[in-house]
């Protein structure tokens, strides 16, 4: 017969019949200097990949907070100090070069865990290094988080669903990923990055959140970075052809960083585990998408049909229902808004101003 020890014990409950279900922990006890009156009032955040896009938007918002304390990790691959140079030297800001493949120890409330590039140029140049980054690097932060007791949030991706084959995605969807071709060092990459953060709920009482990204946009993404907004914004101002991906009708939806950032905020104030797709359920042809940046940034450029790659997506669209009733959230900036503010950033570090219409 099985007998459990004191800790399976403490992690499983047997039922009528005998079987053993896991059972949610509660969380960790925080370290007693957190709620020290005089030692600290602030909640301290970490942002692992907060030199990069998303993060860096996500730094600016909390360190509006003054109570906020902010600690970037980042190892600068696809992120820059650039992004943060308005809060380097800042009294409640701290910046290190770390890779989330090795462990860390700080003392943190909450983590915000974003490490990862999301470009497809980037995480397929070295496959391997990007799957240990979602999942070593994942396993770390949650270590982290379990030791200190704090609460910790991943960004997932609307890659999960693969190619899905139900539209639009609601969160209760599985997916339809190809577990072995060159996109898959990413997409299951954050399908175990999940699941590790539900083993970690469920196992050790961890506090998590788990929000899946669709594709945003905005100022400080990287330029020539192969993802679509960036490319057609910067063939746009250099006055080449948009290339659009064969066929052309494959949708994707865009959702302002400002947006993006605000639903991570709330899903991390939240009391809902996720995971919550957080994205903009407008829904463009890539053709649709060309039309708008030539009409809006160039109207002089052609349009090009290229190739396509392997694994493209057809089809991406979140269904946000579940942000709406749980977070109260939904995206406020549409594309053409967004669009110019992108330009703008994208002009400036191009150095190509924008012609004066007579
Ligand atoms: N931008 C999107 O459209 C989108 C869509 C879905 C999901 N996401 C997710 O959001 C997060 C942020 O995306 P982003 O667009 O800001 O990408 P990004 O590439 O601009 O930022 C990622 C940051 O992580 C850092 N990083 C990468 N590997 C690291 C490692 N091993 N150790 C430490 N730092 C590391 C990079 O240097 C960079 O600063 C990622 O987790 C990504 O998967 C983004």
Redesign the pocket.
């Known amino acids: 017969m099985y007998t459990a020890s004191s800790d399976t014990e403490a992690m499983a409950k047997e039922t009528a019949n005998g079987e053993l279900h896991a059972v949610t922990r509660p969380p960790p006890t925080p370290s007693p200097l957190r709620f020290s009156k005089f030692f600290q009032a602030n909640l301290r955040i970490l942002v692992?990949?907060g030199?990069?896009?998303?993060?860096s938007h996500l730094v600016d918002k909390l360190m509006e907070n003054e109570k906020n304390e902010v600690i970037v990790?980042?190892?600068?691959?696809?992120?820059s100090k650039d992004n943060l140079r308005k809060w380097i030297g800042h009294p409640r800001f701290e910046l290190i070069r770390?890779?989330?493949?090795e462990p860390l120890l700080v003392e943190v409330d909450q983590i915000y865990h974003?490490?990862?590039?999301?470009?497809p140029i980037?995480y397929k140049y070295n496959p391997v290094k990007t799957i240990k980054?979602n999942v070593i690097?994942t396993l770390n932060m949650l270590g982290l988080a379990k030791r200190v007791g704090a609460r910790i949030l991943l960004?997932s991706?609307?890659?999960v669903y693969g190619d899905p084959l139900q539209h639009p995605q609601t969160e209760e969807y599985w997916g339809n990923v190809n577990p072995i071709g060159v996109r898959s060092c990413y997409d299951e990459g954050?399908r175990v990055a999940e699941t590790l953060m539900f083993d970690y709920h469920r196992q050790h009482g961890l506090e998590i959140r788990i929000a899946r990204?669709?594709?945003?946009y905005g100022p400080r993404m990287?330029i020539d970075d192969g993802r679509v907004v960036s490319n057609f914004i910067a063939q746009a101002i250099r006055g080449e052809p948009l290339t659009v991906q064969t066929p052309g009708t494959q949708t994707r939806s865009f959702c302002y960083v400002s947006d993006m950032v605000d639903g991570l905020i709330r899903l991390m104030e939240s009391e809902h585990t996720g995971p919550i797709n957080i994205g903009n359920p407008g829904e463009f042809t890539m053709i649709e998408l060309a039309e708008t940046v030539k009409e809006l940034i160039n109207p002089d450029i052609p349009v090009k049909m290229v190739e396509n790659t392997p694994d493209d997506p057809r089809q991406r669209k979140p269904d946000i229902a579940k942000a709406k009733e749980l977070l109260g959230w939904e995206p406020k900036v549409i594309l053409r808004d967004g669009l110019p503010l992108m330009e703008e950033d994208f002009r400036e570090r191009l150095a190509v101003p924008k012609k004066q219409i007579k």
């Not at 974003?114 to 470009?119: G, V, Y």
């Open positions: 692992t990949g030199a990069g896009f998303i993060g990790v980042d190892n600068y691959f696809t992120g770390h890779d989330v493949t974003l490490a990862c590039p999301a470009s980037f980054t690097g960004t991706t609307s890659e954050k990204i669709f594709n945003t990287n």
